[in-house]
Antibody
Framework: QLQLQESGPGLVKPSETLSLTCTVS??????????WGWIRQPPGKGLEWIGS???????YYNPSLKSRVTISVDTSKNQFSLKLSSVTAADTAVYYC????????????WGQGTMVTVSS | DIQMTQSPSSLSASVGDRVTITCQAS??????LNWYQQKPGKAPKLLIY???NLETGVPSRFSGSGSGTDFTFTISSLQPEDIATYYC????????FGQGTRLEIK
């Protein structure tokens, strides 16, 4: 059964770059049927889509974050990654990675989430 | 950007009640709408996709309807385990979530 697991630092300093990795197990990230995405949730608030990537490397991002976001894929490691630059306290959130099948265009499998705090 | 507006933002109901949540899109999104359930401390769970299709394994008391700009999510008979926050999400143009509806037991 497919599982996703986020990993990365739980604390990032303001103005630095947040880097997270999502490891996919129980299935291949290279399947042509799926997109892979990042979603975040600030404490006590709602969900915000950050961006998505196809195994080929094509990406699309939330326009409000686009200037600071890079999502990449490493098919050899069955992983995809998120980099968010110039972070501020407003980027403090639980970050989720998720799978999005092209057939239903919904996030059907999610990681457990990882809390990232931006603080000096 | 497409804005998604959910109502109400919070809701209190009794076990066995019929519960309805609405989601309005700022422009026509056809049926490109999904619904998720999120329990405290957990990742969201997909319940409904393409406005009205029940995800595999989701109880049939959950349903969705609508198209264009107006959508409805219904729990036909509220169960204690349904206490959660519910989100709609459009994918007609990129991806946007509604602000969520927090459901509590009365």
């Amino acid at each position: 059964q497919l599982q996703l697991q986020e990993s990365g630092p739980g604390l990032v300093k303001p103005s630095e770059t947040l880097s997270l990795t999502c490891t996919v197990s129980g299935g291949s990230i290279s399947s042509s049927s799926y997109y892979w995405g990042w979603i975040r949730q600030p404490p006590g608030k709602g969900l915000e889509w950050i961006g998505s990537i196809y195994y080929s490397g094509s990406t699309y991002y939330n326009p409000s974050l686009k200037s600071r976001v890079t999502i990449s894929v490493d098919t050899s490691k069955n992983q995809f990654s998120l980099k968010l630059s110039s972070v501020t306290a407003a980027d403090t959130a639980v970050y989720y990675c998720a799978r999005r099948p092209g057939g239903i265009d919904a996030f059907d499998i999610w990681g457990q989430g990882t809390m990232v705090t931006v603080s000096s | 950007d497409i804005q998604m507006t959910q109502s109400p933002s919070s809701l209190s109901a009794s076990v066995g009640d019929r519960v309805t949540i609405t989601c309005q899109a700022s422009q026509d999104i056809s049926n490109y709408l999904n619904w998720y359930q999120q329990k405290p401390g957990k990742a969201p769970k997909l319940l409904i996709y393409d406005a009205s299709n029940l995800e595999t394994g989701v109880p049939s008391r959950f349903s969705g309807s609508g198209s264009g700009t107006d959508f409805t999510f219904t729990i036909s008979s509220l169960q204690p385990e349904d206490i959660a926050t519910y989100y709609c999400q459009q994918y007609d143009n990129l991806i946007t979530f509604g602000q969520g509806t927090r459901l509590e037991i009365k």
